[in-house]
């Protein structure tokens, strides 16, 4: 999804669908249903503080953030989020063993789902096969002979005593063209959605039978997770000895105990801008427009606007998306390529893949304005109650000017506060601080003067959130 899907701000971060985020969506669907526990979520420490923003924004307080040090597929992710959970249980209730058995929902966070009844009576019908012990999957009725996504074949009859739960025969990879047209056409075939019910002690078991050494490494990463701040860190050196492999190889494609569950309730995966082009309602020319839009003679296309006016004229079948530091312009039959972008972004040691021009930061934002030789001009966000760490710089010095709201100011051994239009001085080598005593953001315009601007040009002293 790039240009607007960043390695800082991944899809599941942005409002591809609504005004909400694709986490967000993902668990506001389910906000209102009772039986649940509050959500534990798993996530990079890269970005943890906008995950956590975004939980508070809509009014979610997790069970749990749980922060791996680095990504190693979904198997090792959801051991260690089945141990939480089981520790959780029986700290929590008095009868444990009984309440042992709670079931666990595991979803991925950049779905949409346009049919939540549906997906909620799914979820029923898949806990009275997870109750017993099964590991359930979803399985999506097909609408089109996608070659994208992995399929399951189901037995023919249901399991006794479920409604529409099915033994899982096979799954199966990616198919070509061909065979997809022949699995649309037989109804024992379904798109593997990648979301599950069981009971975590269930899959646990299953772990340890199939993949030994993911689940001996996952134990000893949580039973090694320490407290930073809201957050649990999972063991950095024995969640790296987790091998890297899905819930589908490690686990599923190997037990004696799956199951499917047909689902109608109008999924898609986002997985490209195509596919997000055919979920979103489109004007009578077949049009899906956002931000500040012109078309004349356009039809059947995806044109996106974050800042700037966009004008298409006389094309069909295209994507067009616009972002401060980026443009993509692609047909729609070739959106795969833009990933081939990302590699050459990267092969170029280019910054375009990994940030936007607005960087978010756990005290707000800043954005860059300008640079040139010596210098650089960044305009900066700090949300009430923020404050950036006590740090230094070797190789700049900085100029700050308050557009709006107040400013504490640490400078050296000197505190100040700093209103509209007021301006203070870092030079190179002093101690400084900057935060929000206020109740309203605060604004400001940083102009960085020196032999060497990077962000790695950072020594911190102290720091309210932990980072090193």
Same mark, same amino acid.
């Given at each position: ?362 005290? #707000? @934002? &800043?954005? /860059?304005? *300008?640079?040139?030789? =010596? +210098? ?73 003067? #020196? @032999? &060497?601007? /990077?962000? *790695?040009?950072?020594? =911190? +002293? ?7």
């Amino acid at each position: 999804m790039w240009p607007l899907s960043r390695e800082a701000l991944p899809k599941q971060l942005l409002p591809l669908c609504s005004r909400y985020s694709m986490l967000q969506e993902t668990l506001l669907r389910l906000a209102e249903w009772t039986e649940l526990m509050p959500p534990l979520l798993t996530c990079g420490n890269e970005h943890r503080f906008m995950v956590a923003e975004q939980l508070r924004a809509i009014g979610i307080a997790p069970l749990g953030i749980l922060l791996e040090p680095e990504g190693r597929n979904t198997a090792p992710t959801v051991a260690v989020a089945a141990h939480y959970l089981l520790q959780h249980v029986k700290e929590r209730k008095a009868d444990a063993e009984s309440k042992a058995d709670a079931l666990m929902l595991v979803l991925p966070a950049d779905h949409m789902i346009n049919d939540p009844e549906a997906f909620h009576a799914a979820i029923q019908r898949a806990a009275l096969a997870a109750g017993k012990g099964a590991l359930a999957t979803f399985g999506i009725v097909p609408s089109a002979p996608e070659t994208g996504y992995g399929y399951i074949r189901r037995a023919k009859t249901a399991l006794p005593g479920t409604e529409r739960c099915y033994a899982v025969e096979r799954f199966v990879e990616k198919p070509d063209k061909a065979t997809a047209e022949m699995f649309v056409k037989d109804d024992a075939y379904s798109w593997n959605s990648g979301m599950f019910l069981f009971q975590p002690k269930r899959y646990l078991e299953e772990l340890r039978e199939f993949r030994p050494l993911i689940a001996e490494s996952s134990q000893k990463a949580f039973e090694g997770a320490y407290r930073d701040l809201d957050f649990c860190r999972l063991d950095e050196v024995s969640f790296a000895a987790c091998p890297a492999e899905s819930i589908d190889y490690a686990v599923m494609e190997h037990t004696r105990h799956a199951v499917v569950v047909p689902a109608e309730i109008g999924w898609n995966d986002i997985g490209s801008w195509s596919a997000l082009w055919q979920v979103l309602k489109g004007d009578e020319n077949g049009n899906v427009l956002r931000g500040d839009v012109y078309t004349d003679d356009v039809r059947n296309s995806l044109i996106r606007a974050e800042n700037r006016f966009v004008a298409v004229v006389g094309i069909q079948d295209v994507v067009v998306v616009e972002t401060k530091d980026a443009v993509l312009v692609v047909h729609k039959d070739q959106v795969q390529g833009v990933k081939k972008i990302v590699e050459d972004l990267k092969k170029n040691s280019r910054t375009e893949h990994m940030n936007h021009i607005r960087v978010y930061r756990p005290w #707000g @934002s &800043y954005e /860059g304005i *300008d640079m040139g030789d =010596r +210098f650089q001009v960044k305009r900066i966000t700090v949300e009430p109650g923020g404050k950036l760490s006590l740090q230094m710089h070797h190789h700049r010095a900085e100029h700050w000017v308050v557009v709006s709201g107040t400013a504490r100011i640490t400078r050296g051994e000197e505190e100040k506060f700093l209103t509209e239009n007021e301006s203070t001085y870092i030079p190179i080598g002093v101690k400084h601080r900057l935060e929000n005593p206020g109740k309203l953001p605060l604004h400001l315009i940083e102009v960085q003067s #020196g @032999s &060497y601007l /990077g962000e *790695d040009d950072i020594v =911190r +002293f102290d720091d309210i959130y932990k980072r090193s």
